[in-house]
Each structure stands twice: as C-alpha cells, then as structure tokens.
C-alpha cells in the first residue's frame, strides 16, 4: 500500500526565515510519481511541483526548492526567505505507475505553515 | 488556459435537500476525479472517471452519492439526500490522457464549499 507521511502537522516562521517541510513515503514500485500542493487560505489547491522516481535531481524555482532522496524515501520541500504569503496548508502526493493510477494516488495529511510578519 | 471550473462555489441547504455539484475539467483532459476534504479526514477520492466511464468509486461514501459525467466536458456529483455529515469541501480535479509531460499531475478545481443544515 501507498503511504505519505507529513509529520508536521503544524509550523510558524517569522517572516524571511527559511524553512522546510517533510514528507516521507511508502511504496513498493519502481516507478511512482511524487507532487507538492499549496492551499493558500482561500481554499483553492494549487500544483506546485511533479518528481518521477527516476529523477532524483533537486529543483529550484525561486524561492522554492525541493530535495529527494530514494534512500531515504523523502522529498522535502523548503522555503528561503519565506513570505506572509506562503501561509498555507501544503500536501505532499505520491502516486504509483499509470496503469493502477487512481487506485495509488494519495495525499499526506498536510503541513499547515504560518508565517508571520 | 482555463483551469478547472466548478459550480457552485459554496451552498448552503437544508437536510434532505437534493444537491448537485458541477465540474467542466480542463479540455483535452481525459481523466476527472472528485475528492472530498474535511477536518477530520482529510483529502478523499470519492470516484474518479476516464473518457466519460467511471472507473473507480468505491470512494463514494453512500448510495446517497452519485455521479455523471455525460461527456467530456461536464460531470456532476449528486447527494441526495444530503446530511449535515456531508458538509465539507467537494474538489473536483482532471488530468491529461496516457501521454506527454505531467500526464500524472492532476489540476484541482477551487472547490465547492458545502454546509447542510
């Protein structure tokens, strides 16, 4: 069974500290597909960013930056230099091989980020 | 590009109303999904659909639910009767066919906020 875990249930920064989000998961195939989704305050679920298995490079766009790791089943998401607008819930995802792909795609419980000015 | 529209936004209805909500997925999208998202369960796959055919709904809580996609461009998800239980966010999500770039990836609608009374 597919599993993503978010540990933190809850964070607060002060406004340009840096800060990361966890998320770890189970799988059993070879070829999944890992997500991060932001849902600002006005509810709204908004993809952020796609990793196939086989891509192990970290990724930056801004101030955003993921880093992966199969060895250790993580994908972590950081903010640099965070802003009163990245307040926000957000979902890691995970999702198996296409062909069993509605069966295996699940969502962590989310990461609620506040911060504040 | 549009993104995913739904309708409406939010209802407010009575217990044993009949409820219907609306969802357009992005064109070209073969795949539609409906999701459910409360407290206290967080993010739920509710039934999800492929070239117009239910694939999948054993996420559907009760009889009560239904849902339809009678074409490519349009699905609805039906309760009736609804509950105060039902109360929650309904997101409705699509995604590309079988190939291309982020054919996993799904793209969420801004959601219907539901409260029955």
């Known amino acids: 069974a597919q599993k993503v875990t978010q540990a933190q249930t809850e964070i607060s920064v002060v406004e340009k500290e840096d800060v990361t989000l966890d998320c770890v998961y189970e799988?059993?195939?070879?070829?999944?597909?890992l997500f991060w989704y932001k849902q600002p305050p006005s509810g709204e679920l908004v993809f952020l960013i796609r990793r196939n298995s086989f891509d192990e490079q970290n990724e930056i766009s801004g101030r955003y930056s993921w880093n992966f790791q199969k060895s250790t089943s993580s994908f972590n998401f950081t903010i640099t230099a965070s802003q009163v607008v990245d307040s926000a819930v957000y979902f890691c995802?995970?999702?198996?091989?296409?062909?069993?792909?509605?069966?295996?795609?699940?969502f962590g419980p989310g990461t609620r980020l506040s911060v504040l000015p | 590009d549009a993104g995913v529209i739904q309708s409406p936004r939010h209802e407010v209805t009575e217990m044993g109303q009949e409820v219907t909500l609306r969802c357009k997925p992005i064109?070209?999208?073969?795949?539609l999904f409906w999701y459910r998202q409360t407290m206290m369960r967080g993010l739920e796959l509710l039934i999800y659909f492929n070239n117009n055919v239910p694939i999948d709904d054993s996420g559907m809580p009760e009889d009560r639910f239904s849902a339809k996609m009678p074409n490519a461009s349009f699905s609805t998800l039906k309760i009736q009767p609804s509950e105060p239980r039902d109360s929650a966010v309904y997101f409705c999500a699509s995604r590309p066919g079988t190939s291309g770039p982020y054919q996993e990836t799904q793209y969420f609608g801004p959601g219907t906020r539901l409260l029955v009374l």
């Open positions: 064109s070209g999208h073969d795949y």
């Open positions: 995802a995970l999702s198996g091989p296409i062909r069993n792909y509605g069966q295996n795609f699940v």
């Open positions: 799988t059993r195939d070879t070829t999944y597909y």
